[in-house]
């Protein structure tokens, strides 16, 4: 097998192992949160925090969600991180964003974080302010699923098929699951622009 052919055998098995009730589950959280008018906050880090800011777009545009990318404003994150420290630069933001009941903060991480082992500190004091302040929690993440697993009410687990290809595996499947979750019918969503013209 060639790089390309073993790689994408590994994301095919990753789409068989999904388990699609927990992408419904995700749905229902959502779908509460815009009928009860609340808030989705977007949050992860490197690659995470890019499928953050384009889903923050998706859920707004598309699924008519209020909605926030928690590291957008690049000013006030490099301002927090310089003088308070990387470690509650979110979990502040979210703080000044009155996070509370009938809000939900979404998550994408690659291992959930691990609170112990000082691994994501950024997500998982996002996640513990969002659950002490009465918000849910969805996600998508790999591995165990790490600390995100652990908090969320909702969470989608990538499975791991090929240890050295836990990452990019993971974070394409991120965008995958949002896109699948912008576009499902729990949300009722608006129709994109290509497919409302004519062929």
Same mark, same amino acid.
């Given at each position: 097998?060639?790089?390309?052919?073993?790689?994408?055998?590994?994301?095919?098995?990753?789409?068989?192992?999904? +388990?699609?009730?927990?992408?419904?589950?995700?749905?229902?959280?959502?779908?509460?949160?815009?009928?009860?008018? !609340?808030?989705?906050?977007?949050?992860?880090?490197?690659?995470?925090? !890019?499928?953050?800011?384009?889903?923050?777009? +998706?859920?707004?545009?598309?699924?008519?969600?209020?909605?926030?990318?928690?590291?957008?404003?690049?000013?006030?994150? @490099?301002?927090?991180?310089?003088?308070?420290?990387?470690?509650?630069?979110?979990?502040?933001?979210?703080?000044?964003?009155?996070?509370? @009941?009938?809000?939900?903060?979404?998550?994408?991480?690659? !291992?959930?974080?691990?609170?112990?082992?000082?691994?994501?500190?950024?997500?998982?004091?996002?996640?513990?302010?969002?659950?002490?302040?009465?918000?849910?929690?969805?996600?998508?993440?790999?591995?165990?699923? !790490?600390?995100?697993?652990?908090?969320? +009410?909702?969470?989608?687990?990538?499975?791991?098929?090929? +240890?050295?290809?836990? @990452?990019?595996?993971?974070?394409?499947?991120?965008?995958?699951?949002?896109?699948?979750?912008?576009?499902?019918?729990?949300?009722?969503?608006? @129709?994109?622009?290509?497919?409302?013209?004519?062929?």
């Amino acid at each position: 097998m060639s790089f390309t052919e073993e790689f994408l055998e590994a994301c095919t098995q990753a789409i068989a192992g999904l +388990d699609q009730s927990s992408i419904d589950a995700v749905a229902d959280v959502l779908a509460a949160t815009k009928a009860g008018s !609340g808030r989705l906050f977007l949050c992860g880090s490197g690659g995470g925090a !890019g499928h953050a800011s384009h889903a923050a777009c +998706d859920f707004r545009k598309l699924a008519g969600i209020e909605c926030y990318s928690v590291s957008d404003n690049v000013s006030e994150l @490099t301002a927090r991180v310089n003088d308070d420290g990387w470690d509650t630069a979110y979990s502040k933001w979210l703080e000044v964003s009155s996070i509370r @009941t009938g809000d939900c903060l979404f998550v994408f991480s690659v !291992g959930g974080g691990d609170a112990e082992r000082n691994v994501s500190a950024n997500l998982v004091n996002a996640m513990h302010l969002a659950r002490d302040r009465g918000a849910t929690i969805v996600g998508v993440v790999g591995r165990d699923g !790490g600390e995100l697993a652990r908090c969320a +009410d909702a969470c989608v687990l990538v499975p791991t098929i090929v +240890d050295a290809w836990t @990452t990019p595996i993971t974070e394409g499947f991120q965008a995958l699951v949002w896109h699948l979750l912008v576009t499902h019918p729990a949300l009722d969503p608006n @129709t994109p622009k290509w497919e409302s013209m004519d062929q």
